[in-house]
């Protein structure tokens, strides 16, 4: 493990960078925000003791969030490549990085079996029907490609003879 010290008002990391490195926090405090511009939601303020990255070490990718110093922010860094060896050398601290990976993990379940699909309101059900809807016309368009001629027009004079007897 290294340490690193990140100025107040810094940005550590964004959400969608790669990310290989966790970070314990020895002194100072951070912002965990999801999202960008306008979309962009404080989600959690870390401070000493606590952990950020922590998924890293256990699988490398994508940032699932950003986190900016709010103070100076002194960590502790521990890279993908030394995890394992962490673990041996420093069972204690590796031990936090996965009870918070743990933790969290438990959150996230938590929040998950709240979550109302009625109260999601009028945009989140209109999405769903137009992302629907889209589908089911690139399969209709992709089969109506595949037909012949005459499939074409058997499959018209039928429409329109059901559409009269629905009016």
């Known amino acids: 493990m290294r340490r690193v010290i990140f100025p107040a008002g810094s940005t550590i990391f964004s959400e969608g960078d790669d990310g ?3 970070f314990v ?5 951070v912002d965990v925000i999801i999202g960008t511009g306008k979309k962009a939601k404080k989600v959690a303020s ?5 952990v950020f990255g922590e998924m890293s070490l256990i699988e490398p990718g994508p940032r699932s969030a950003t986190i900016k110093a709010v103070t100076d922010t002194e960590c502790e860094a ?15 601290i590796s ?9 969290r993990i438990r959150q996230m379940n938590e929040m998950v079996s709240k979550l ?13 029907w137009r992302h629907d809807f889209n589908r089911a016309n690139a399969a209709e368009s992709e089969r109506w490609s595949k037909l012949s ?4 027009e058997a499959e018209k004079s039928f429409s329109l003879m059901y559409m009269g007897t629905m009016f």
């Open 95 to 103: 031990a936090k990085f996965m009870k918070t990976l743990v933790v």
């Open 20 to 22: 290989n490195s966790a």
């Open 149 to 152: 001629d005459e499939e074409r």
């Open 116 to 128: 109302d699909p009625k109260r999601r309101g009028l945009r989140g059900l209109f999405s769903d």
């Open 25 to 29: 926090i020895i002194t100072g405090s």
């Open 46 to 50: 870390l401070k000493d003791g606590d």
């Open 78 to 92: 521990s890279h993908y490549d030394n995890f394992l060896a962490l673990i041996n050398d420093n069972p204690e």
